[in-house]
């Protein structure tokens, strides 16, 4: 599997994190997308980032807002994450995306010496987040 970015990669390497989101999709009681769109926060600026087969997207992003539902069955959430120890707060040094034969990730690298990875699964189309 190869990867595609679409759209442009955001100006935030070397720039503090200043909030992080995840919009999660439930079934039922459980999680089966834990990272289906991620937000970051840099300056007084949003992004978002999220996956579509082997492909990244970069967007620019207002500031996430709870998601509106209409069943019980099936559902997305917004989780806070601003207060992940060694993310916020701290400097993004490097992003470095990677592949491989089932699988397109995005590596996050902060001072603090924290890695966030979100991975996405191409074949089962759901993402997961590693820290």
């Not at 459980?30 to 970051?40: G, H, K, M, P």
């Not at 701290?90 to 992003?95: A, E, S, Y």
Request: hydrophobic content about 35%.
């Amino acid at each position: 599997m190869s990867f595609h970015i679409n759209g442009n990669e955001p100006s935030i390497t070397g720039k503090v994190c200043k909030g992080f989101y995840l919009i999660q999709h439930q079934e039922g009681e459980s999680i089966t997308d834990q990272a289906n769109v991620a937000y970051f926060k840099f300056d007084n600026n949003w992004v978002k980032l999220h996956f579509d087969g082997e492909t990244i997207f970069w967007r620019e992003s207002q500031e996430p807002s709870e998601p509106v539902n209409n069943c019980l069955s099936t559902c997305l959430s917004l989780l806070n994450l601003s207060e992940l120890e060694g993310v916020v707060d701290h400097v993004l040094t490097d992003i470095v995306y990677g592949c491989d034969e089932k699988h397109v990730w995005v590596n996050f690298v902060f001072s603090s010496d924290k890695e966030l990875i979100i991975k996405h699964h191409g074949y089962d189309d759901y993402t997961t987040i590693n820290y």
